[in-house]
Structures are given as C-alpha cells and as structure tokens.
C-alpha cells in the first residue's frame, strides 16, 4: 500500500488507475478507523479494481468549540487496518496541502445544510461538501463509498455531486454496531464506563419508533414521542434531535408513506453521538 502526502502524488497515481481501465473506489475518512471503515474498504475492493483511502481531519466542518484539537489521531495503526482491508493507497495531505494560505472558496448545498446536524452544528457540512469536492477532484474516483450512519451527509454530498455533475457514484454501506446496538463511531473512544453504558439508548429510541411504526402508526409525531420516551428513564444521555425526514432531501415529513430517515442525536456528556435507521412501508 502507497502514501501520498501531496495532491500531485494523488493524482500520478489515480491517472494510471485510469489509463489501465481499472475502475477507481475512494473511501474518505478522517482516520481514527474502526471496523464501521473496514467494511467500506472491503465494500470497495469487492466492487473496483484500485482502492483509495483519504485520512484527513478536516478542520472546517469543526465548529470553534467542537473537539478538532483532541480528534483522536492514530495514523500507522489507520494504515494498517487500511492494507489489511485491502487499501491500494492512502491520501494523507497536510491542512496546508489541502487548504493553502488565503483560499476562500466553498462549497455550500444551500437548505439541505441547515437540517438535522447541520442545525445544531453550523457550517459543519459547508466544511463537509467543501474538503468531500476537492477530494472528488483530486483523486477521480468512479466510485465513493460512505456508511449509512452519516446518512444526512451522504445526502448532502449526493446533491452536491448531481448539482455539479461530478462523474462519481454514491455507495452507501450498512451500519456497523456493538453488539448492544451502539452504532460504531470514532467518538465513541470518548465516553467514559457510565456514558458508555447510556449510549445504547439512541438505538433503542429508533428501535421504538420502528416498533411502532411496525405496529401500523405513520403519524411522524407520535412516532418520534415514542422515541423521545427512551430518554426520558436515561439520565446520562440529553437529546439533540429526534427527526423524521425525507432521506433525500432531509425535509420533516408529517406522515409517512414512503421510506423515511429516522434520526438522531445526543450528547453523552461532552460527546455528540448520532444514529439512523430508515422504515419502509413497503
């Protein structure tokens, strides 16, 4: 597996990715991996015939108060769960590679960044869409691999790469969970024992809306009262949002009829966790 530090790098190596017909995947991260990575990694061996990883932290979708500085950051023990999982090269520029002295130029997918963390989290998915296009460009993947439990950027970014007519496929890969149901998440290495311990109960809350939903209600409001009711005996958890949204456009949907995103989030202390699952009617 190779090492690019520097944007030229990364592009002498996806050019005679193309020039030999091989279909190129890329999975972006911002490191800190964990077995949820790994399976996109593994997803994007199986469908392509060159595999590409991005490390990078990336300081713009932090806000000024969120935890850049203390972003957990392992970069050999990153490689090497990228080679074992089938990685052909990993694209780790510096800040400065990527944002040189005086760039001000970004790209906003207006409305849509404003809903669900992009709410509570302002500018966050500017930061988001505008390091995600530049990886597009510079690397010129066939193929984008993200995991479903970003499920609101993984619409955002959709947009953004219809709206700019990016040549690059969306996949989206399932979930990865702790046994007790705790989707897997780089911040999870956060939580103290008894954070860890409530963590589960943003699960549960979507588990509830689901059992409810199976049982016949499509009212969108009494469905997320039930799933607020998960927090109310979990003292250690405080509700963010609990939303259900169109999972194309992030838009509140009242009643549902089609496949509608069920998210949330919640801070565990000083820990913002997020999670999703999609109900169906069909």
Request: glycine share 8%.
């Amino acid at each position: 597996m190779r090492v690019f530090k520097t944007i030229d790098e990364m592009r002498a190596f996806s050019s005679n990715a193309h020039s030999r017909a091989g279909l190129l995947g890329l999975v972006p991260t911002m490191g800190a991996l964990h077995a949820g990575h790994g399976s996109l990694v593994r997803a994007a061996r199986e469908r392509c015939d060159v595999v590409a990883a991005s490390i990078f932290v990336n300081p713009a979708q932090f806000g000024p108060a969120e935890d850049f500085a203390k972003y957990p950051r392992d970069f050999e023990q990153d490689c090497a769960w990228l080679e074992r999982d089938g990685a052909d090269a990993v694209f780790a520029p510096s800040v400065e590679e990527m944002y040189p002295p005086g760039a001000t130029t970004w790209v906003t997918v207006e409305g849509m960044s404003d809903r669900l963390c992009g709410r509570s989290r302002p500018g966050h998915f500017r930061g988001v869409t505008t390091v995600v296009s530049q990886l597009f460009h510079i690397v010129e993947p066939e193929v984008a691999f993200f995991g479903q439990k970003d499920a609101a950027q993984v619409a955002i970014i959709r947009r953004m790469a219809r709206d700019l007519h990016l040549p690059v496929k969306i996949e989206v890969c399932p979930i990865v969970r702790e046994p007790d149901g705790l989707a897997l998440s780089s911040r999870n290495a956060y939580l103290d024992p008894q954070q860890r311990k409530s963590a589960p109960v943003l699960y549960r809350a979507l588990c509830a809306v689901k059992a409810f939903f199976d049982g016949g209600e499509r009212d969108a409001a009494r469905l997320i009262r039930a799933g607020k009711q998960e927090f109310s005996g979990e003292s250690g958890a405080r509700l963010d949002y609990l939303e259900i949204v169109d999972p194309d456009s992030l838009e509140p949907i009242r009643s549902i009829h089609t496949p509608a995103l069920v998210a949330v989030a919640a801070w565990l202390g000083s820990t913002r966790l997020i999670d999703n699952i999609v109900v169906n009617n069909s």
